[in-house]
């Protein structure tokens, strides 16, 4: 079931090292509606991909276990996000 986007939203970010250029670079976006807990299915999360120069390639999405499509919707848990499949099925 899908949830429509809070009107405020609470961010969790997370930094990785890119592998191409070796820096640190935002990885991982998540949002929810304030005070969610990283455990709840409240979650939207986009997973970013960059080149070699640190530019943004593609922002994309996890699959949603019901559909098996990628998911923009707040249904996610944010202490999970490395764990979920991301893009197109």
Do not use: H
């Not at 609470?10 to 304030?34: D, E, H, I, R, W």
């Not at 960059?50 to 996610?76: H, K, M, Q």
């Amino acid at each position: 079931m899908s949830r429509p986007a809070p009107p405020k939203t609470q961010v969790n970010l997370v930094y990785a090292v890119n592998a191409l250029s070796g820096n640190s670079v935002l990885t991982y976006v998540m949002k929810s509606a304030p005070n969610a807990p990283t455990t709840a299915a409240d979650w939207q999360i986009m997973k970013l991909t960059y080149d070699a120069s640190d530019n943004i390639l593609l922002g994309i999405y996890p699959r949603n276990s019901e559909t098996g499509n990628a998911s923009a919707e707040y249904v996610f848990i944010a202490d999970n996000y490395a764990s979920y499949t991301y893009g197109a099925a």
